[in-house]
Nanobody, 125 residues
Framework: QVQLKESGGGSVQAGGSLRLSCAAS????????PAWFRQAPGKERDGVATVESNGIIRYAISVKGRFTISKDSSKNTLDLQMNGLQPGDTAKYYC???????????????????WGQGTQVTVSS
């Protein structure tokens, strides 16, 4: 059972930056699909970014060019650098992971078995 814990959330003004970090209790490199999701109040949970063990990265269209996902398999960490934050990015951000059964890592939340508790990001205008 992989345990995930997010940190780094907070409140910023529009245009600002935050860096989220996710610490995993065990290795989430090769053989796993680690990802970031977010859920705004009253909305469904949406995928933000995922990175495959071969280096392929997928972003939601809404964050592409502003957010950068990275992982350090030696430290079992997954980070999300968020630049150019907008009020629409306000949400609770979750770290998630699942085993990679082949076919790539996609941002489909029901496929992910392991979830952190989330960290709040609030962007004011």
């Amino acid at each position: 059972q992989v345990q995930l814990k997010e940190s780094g959330g907070g409140s910023v003004q529009a245009g600002g930056s935050l860096r989220l970090s996710c610490a995993a209790s065990e290795y989430i490199g090769t053989g796993y699909c680690p990802a970031w999701f977010r859920q705004a109040p009253g909305k469904e949970r949406d995928g933000v970014a995922t990175v495959e063990s071969n280096g392929i990265i997928r972003y939601a269209i809404s964050v592409k060019g502003r957010f950068t996902i990275s992982k350090d398999s030696s430290k079992n960490t997954l980070d999300l650098q968020m630049n150019g934050l907008q009020p629409g990015d306000t949400a609770k951000y979750y770290c998630a992971a699942r085993t990679d059964r082949g076919g790539g890592c996609w941002l489909i939340d029901h496929q992910y078995a392991y979830w952190g508790q989330g960290t709040q990001v609030t962007v004011s205008s």
